[in-house]
């Protein structure tokens, strides 16, 4: 357990190692061409170098219900467990499965280092799967994601869920394997059947400009009805029993910095909007997989959108937030679209990067 740095200062040093690591890609994409054998070697030596570093950083974390939130009720969970409480369930049997069984085999300290791993390393293995040259860029753009940290320290169910389907829908060359892995990640966490429900109808419709413009309207939707749509979708429970629970609450301007419609979070959720917008409709770019991603990203941000105004939507939000680094990157790391390309990779990933730090110590801070 690490156990030398203050609590306060833990995601003071998560943030700025990120920062730290997106100016030196920043700085690489300039000095070179993205084809030298340099640019090979760093994306090796530095993609593992950032795994190993936070699975060490995040799963050997001390237990804090403080700064960590969660993090004390799931050890709480596992020492009952491990003193002797049957198994206990309340939808999310994967997780409660691993936990149950772990505890009776190995330690607190092993539970947390395993989430990290299961959080962590499915990201990485997609990247190289899908992009075995430049995986660290695809990496880097999960890891500088806005909610990356918090659903590693502490929405820990939720953020192993969304690294499985990303494993997942990486591995859809191999249909048993992929369907495998997205049961898993539903079992993990029950909020997983929004975004395979929505990944299931890609194989349907395939028309991009559908999906936008069913993004569109969500906007309008939400604006007009959002209160009865909030209503409905608590009821339909499309996210899980505990964020139907969440939706059904009434939010309160002392428990959160902004209450009502979130226009922020709306144009912050736009940006991959927009990106795949640019890449599918103005380049003609036909990717079969990024499109799928995509479309799965605008219906589970428009359901979002829809219900943008209820109590804790921020988890509602991050079923499609999860995906963005990658429908932004994608793209640019299988096609080239522009000229002098691999620099402006290290310009988006830092601008990127850049909301992230900002909502850190200017929003949040």
Known sequence: ??????????????????????????????????????????NRSLSIFILVFLIIFIGFRPISGLYFVDMSTYASSFELYKSGMPLFTEGDIGFDLFMFYLAKLGSIDLFFVLCAVLYILPLYIASKIWFPKYHLF????????FSFYTYGVNGMRNGIATSLFILGISLSEKRVLMIVVLLIAMSIHQSMKLPVLAFILTYFIDDSKKYFLFWVFSIFLSIAIGPTLVSLFSQLGLGGEKLSGYLATKPSAE?????????????????PVY???????????????????????????????????ANFSNRFAYLSWFLMGIVICYPYLKQIFWKKQFYKIGIITLLYFSFTYLMSYVYYG
């Open 1 to 42: 357990m690490i156990d030398f740095i203050p609590l306060q200062h833990y995601y003071d040093i998560y943030i700025n190692l990120v920062f730290f690591i997106v100016i030196c890609i920043l700085l690489h994409t300039y000095t070179l061409t993205g084809y030298e054998e340099k640019v090979f070697a760093l």
């Open 138 to 145: 695809a990496f880097i753009m999960l890891l500088a994601s």
């Open 255 to 271: 428990d959160f910095k902004s209450v009502g419609f979130r226009y922020d979070f709306l144009i912050y959720g736009a940006i």
């Open 275 to 309: 990106a795949g917008y640019y890449f599918i409709i103005k380049k003609k770019y036909s990717d079969v997989l990024y499109k799928r991603i995509l479309h799965t990203y605008l219906i589970c941000n428009a359901m979002w959108i829809m219900v943008n105004t």
